[in-house]
């Protein structure tokens, strides 16, 4: 069975997100078109690839996401180190090592550029967020707006744009040929951290499913004693966030929501049994979702929701189905 999906951002808990993925391809279903932002974007690209749910489980629960914040020389100044490193590289560590990691998982599937995967299967889409431009951008397709050629445009780097996380991750540099600027490019989650929208159509043909994190525990709260941690405190609140919105009617019975079990999303120190855990609540999540959801149910809901806009809306409004 065909389906779309559709991963949100949420940084080393995607994990969570892999166990109801593997439910879903239990079930049977097969994947059309994909797209994800920041972490959900690894979990995309890798499907794009080739890569199946339980493979990208034995990647996520054996790998040391600590690697990725490797110390720079700039930690080593003394006092200054983590501040003189955000005033001058915007990022408080690099995303080289995120890069390289992705070019070689990509690699043995081989897919270095966009142009590899136009044989595969399933359709990648990646979403990122210019704040240059106030832009959001859905690569591979924007990039032909910025004059650069999908086509020959690396897989791994535009994850890497993606995953970026303000403050946390040095944003990267595209350049705009169009208008000869240079635009920084940062995690999509902060214009579209859950864009379950993107493959919606008049008559759907198959579902899209949403993975999406959420967490009900009480916040731990921030420690603020320095700008450094005062930056940290900020953009984990603007990510973490997003776990808690509201999301439209006819969404939540095509979402997946896994609990996050109040792991944030710069804890790149979690060990292998907390990993263990949030797959196991993603499993757990599926197992529940997959018990209720049928295709006509949700078709029957759009129709629903549909059918109660056409009735409230402004006919001078452009009309938008969910």
Known sequence: MW???VFEGGGVKGIGLVGALCVAEEKGYKWKRVAGTSAG???AALLAAGYSGQE????????NFADFLAPTWYDYIPFLGPGARLWFKKGLHPTNRLEKWLENLLAQKGV?????????ETKLHIIVSDITLENLL???QDLAAYGHDPSCFSVAKAVRMSCSIPFFFEPARLLNKEIKQNCYLVDGAVLSNYPIWLFDSDNPEWPTFGFRLTSDDPPTGHKIDSPVSMFKALFETMMDAHD???IREQDQVRTITVPALNVKITDFSIDIKKREALFQSGVTAGENFFKRFTFSSYLEMRSRVDLANESTKDPNKRRFTG
Not at 56 to 63: A, G, P, R, T, V
Not at 113 to 118: A, H, N, P, Y
């Open 112 to 120: 270095h550029t966009f142009q590899d995967l136009e044989q595969k």
């Open 244 to 246: 808690n919105r509201n």
């Open 138 to 140: 859905v690569f591979p």
């Open 3 to 5: 389906a779309d999906a």
């Open 56 to 63: 990208l489980y034995e990647i996520m629960i054996h790998k």
């Open 41 to 43: 974007s690894i979990l």
